[in-house]
């Protein structure tokens, strides 16, 4: 008989104790609530003890569970309920941006205490963020006073960078726009923001995050035209904004023009339409002709696949431009049209290392073709062009700007003498034949002219060379006849 007790069966295994550390603490902001609140009206009004007491309750408090509820007590002296509002069975602090006074200083001074809070806990940055936004949502909630604290709060955040200007998009929404709470907030937000720095710096921020062109979209539908904001801003005493819209406005629009003027170019349209449609967007858009020629060259110089080569180059540019010379020519009707062209020729000559030799001929041939005149050519060579290139087409223009020079002193004398001679010099050629001369002095080349009359048949008097034709000249000639 076997006296050994039977061992019972054991559960194999381990088993783990659950660390203190480990164990998940309820969520209860109402606790964390109680507590900022104490140690806020115990601290009084002076923003400074405010600021001290929230760095070190950082290091006791769960900031990081509980952001959103420290920065709606901040913010408005409570955790607030869905809408905005303070829920009436919570306790509440006047020590908050609410219960302040509503002037700038006071809202400075606030700015302050959030941001010493948030430079000292890096990680409350995206819960303050995501805070705002959801104040901004909550504005309708709000009386006219609070929001006016809030925006002039959030525009000197926005200028000190604790905030980034992508809060703004609580801004658009539909409810808040079609009430007209978003164009007024946004006024008071932006004269803050500004006080601040400068519209330049502003304009930046927006530009980083694409809202430098949604400015608009803070109005209705019907109502998101560049009169009327600009009349809205500016009687708010916000020129400079409006201003700056107008600009954004008239930049979009250039570039439309461009991509649209680029497409009917690369489909052949006939000039006249081209023309047509580039008119009709200068008057609807009001954009100067100094502009439009700038915006005309660019899109005819974007058309072409150009040759690598330097001495192909100036031939197929010569080629090219001549065919676009009628469509450069309806936008150079003005004096300063002509020089903006000139000094974008000299600017695409420059950057396009290939075209550095064709300057002179680009210049010579939108003279004669009538697109580029002597006067604004003499004003570009004396005092108006740019430092690029400065000495390679200075250079390069110096024998024409002298022929042209030259050529406007005598012209008077010149057709006196035609007038004074008779007929020996008022003799018309005809078409067809060829003729040799010598080379006046004032003429810029330096090699023998064949010449023919130009169409229509004009007198000795003037002539154009045949070899480049390009030179004009209005001398006297003595010419004899080719057979």
Not at 186 to 207: G, P, T
Not at 278 to 294: A, D, Q, R, S, T
Not at 306 to 315: H, M, R, Y
Not at 395 to 409: C, P
Request: glycine share 4%; proline share 3%; with cysteine.
């Amino acid at each position: 008989m076997n006296n050994q007790k039977q061992q019972k069966p054991t559960l194999s295994g381990q088993r783990f104790k659950t660390r203190k550390r480990d164990e998940k603490e309820r969520f209860d902001p109402t606790q964390f609530q109680d507590c900022i609140i104490q140690g806020l009206t115990e601290t009084g009004t002076d923003l400074e003890a405010v600021a001290k007491f929230l760095d070190a309750s950082g290091a006791k408090l769960d900031y990081r569970r509980y952001a959103e509820t420290l920065f709606d007590i901040l913010v408005a002296g409570g955790m607030l309920a869905p809408g905005g509002t303070l829920a009436d069975d919570m306790m509440r602090t006047d020590v908050c941006v609410f219960a302040a006074q509503e002037d700038l200083e006071t809202m400075q001074a606030f700015a302050q205490v959030f941001n010493k809070l948030i430079r000292r806990y890096k990680y409350l940055e995206k819960g303050f963020e995501d805070e705002v936004k959801k104040l901004l949502l909550f504005l309708k909630g709000f009386s006219e006073s609070e929001r006016n604290k809030l925006a002039m709060l959030t525009g000197v955040l926005l200028a000190n960078g604790t905030l980034n200007a992508s809060i703004l998009n609580s801004l658009y929404n539909e409810n808040l726009v079609k009430e007209g709470v978003s164009a007024a907030f946004a006024v008071k937000l932006f004269k803050s923001w500004i006080n601040e720095k400068d519209i330049n710096a502003v304009a930046a921020s927006l530009r980083k995050v694409s809202m430098d062109n949604r400015l608009m979209e803070l109005f209705p539908a019907n109502k998101q035209s560049i009169e009327h904001f600009t009349k809205y801003f500016t009687e708010a005493g916000l020129k400079e904004l409006s201003e700056y819209v107008r600009n954004q406005q008239t930049i979009g629009a250039r570039k439309e023009l461009q991509k649209e003027l680029q497409e009917q170019m690369s489909r052949g349209d006939p000039f006249k339409d081209i023309i047509l449609y580039v008119k009709e967007e200068m008057k609807k858009n009001n954009i100067p002709e100094p502009v439009v020629i700038g915006i005309v060259w660019s899109s005819v110089m974007s058309t072409v696949e150009w040759n690598k080569k330097e001495e192909l180059v100036a031939e197929q540019a010569i080629k090219h431009l001549k065919q676009y010379s009628p469509l450069l020519a309806a936008f150079t009707t003005q004096g300063q049209s002509e020089l903006t062209l000139l000094l974008k020729i000299q600017e695409y000559c420059y950057d396009n290392i290939h075209f550095m030799k064709a300057f002179q001929k680009i210049v010579v041939l939108f003279y004669k073709a009538e697109v580029l005149s002597e006067e604004p050519i003499l004003k570009w060579y004396k005092d108006a062009h740019v430092a690029k290139g400065k000495s390679v087409f200075l250079e390069q223009m110096k024998k024409f700007v002298e022929w042209l020079k030259n050529a406007e002193e005598e012209s008077e004398s010149e057709a006196e003498e035609v007038r004074s001679n008779g007929p020996q010099h008022g003799k018309q050629l005809k078409n067809g034949e060829n003729w040799i001369a010598d080379i006046p002095d004032s003429c810029w080349h330096s090699e023998p002219h064949q010449v023919q009359p130009s169409k229509p048949v004009i007198t000795l008097l003037h002539y154009f060379c045949v070899n480049c034709e390009i030179c004009f000249l209005s001398v006297p000639l003595k010419l004899n006849k080719i057979s």
